[in-house]
């Protein structure tokens, strides 16, 4: 009379289920890591100081757990179950299971971290507002351009920084940042903040040009 197959044999049926599982996962989180990869490079400069490096560092860290949590899932997608035909193979295959098992755990565990990396890198775009954003600045008078002492090469057009509650007041002069090489000064390597008449200039966003 024959024996009763061993217990271990049990859990191979699941292994083909768990593998297209993790492969399913893998490629969700590999979709995840794209869209986050092409939100990273749409924005990388856009704004500028402590916003932006809190927000690049966060993405960047999501992209690496997106990675390491599709490394895992992909390790247990390729985990093979070889056949069944005595009590070693079907030990075998019970210990493949596990080491799915395993594997997926450890995926999870990435994922959960890359999901709370990019819901802590949304909740910072939404209550820290951009430091600044570019803006493009003409003149619309001549005898307005003042800061030529400060900028002798300073054109009638150029692309400067304004912070967002800046241009949402009324005040009657609006501050942007300008960069040396449009500032033409050698004094100001690093740029410098020029308060400009409204009454004098126009300004867009850059995005607009």
Excluded at 178 to 183: D, G, H
């Amino acid at each position: 009379m024959k024996s009763t197959p061993p217990v271990s044999v049990i859990p191979d049926s699941s292994g083909p289920h768990r593998r297209a599982h993790a492969r399913f996962l893998a490629a969700l989180l590999s979709a995840a890591a794209l869209a986050v990869a092409v939100w990273l490079a749409l924005n990388t400069g856009h704004d500028v100081f402590g916003a932006t490096r809190t927000q690049l560092l966060l993405a960047l860290a999501s992209i690496a757990l997106l990675l390491t949590g599709i490394t895992f899932y992909l390790a247990a997608a390729v985990a093979n179950a070889r056949s069944i035909s005595s009590d070693l193979d079907a030990d075998q295959a019970a210990g493949t299971i596990r080491r799915i098992r395993s594997l997926s755990r450890f995926g999870a565990v990435f994922a959960l971290a890359a999901v709370m990396a990019i819901a802590g890198l949304g909740t910072l775009r939404i209550l820290v507002p951009p430091a600044e954003r570019p803006v493009s600045v003409q003149f619309s008078e001549i005898t307005g351009r003042v800061q030529l002492e400060f900028c002798p090469s300073l054109p009638s057009s150029f692309e400067a920084l304004a912070k967002p509650t800046d241009l949402a007041s009324s005040s009657t002069l609006l501050p942007v940042w300008v960069a040396s090489r449009v500032c033409g000064n050698p004094s100001f390597q690093h740029g410098v903040w020029l308060y400009l008449n409204r009454s004098t200039i126009t300004v867009a966003d850059a995005g607009d040009r």
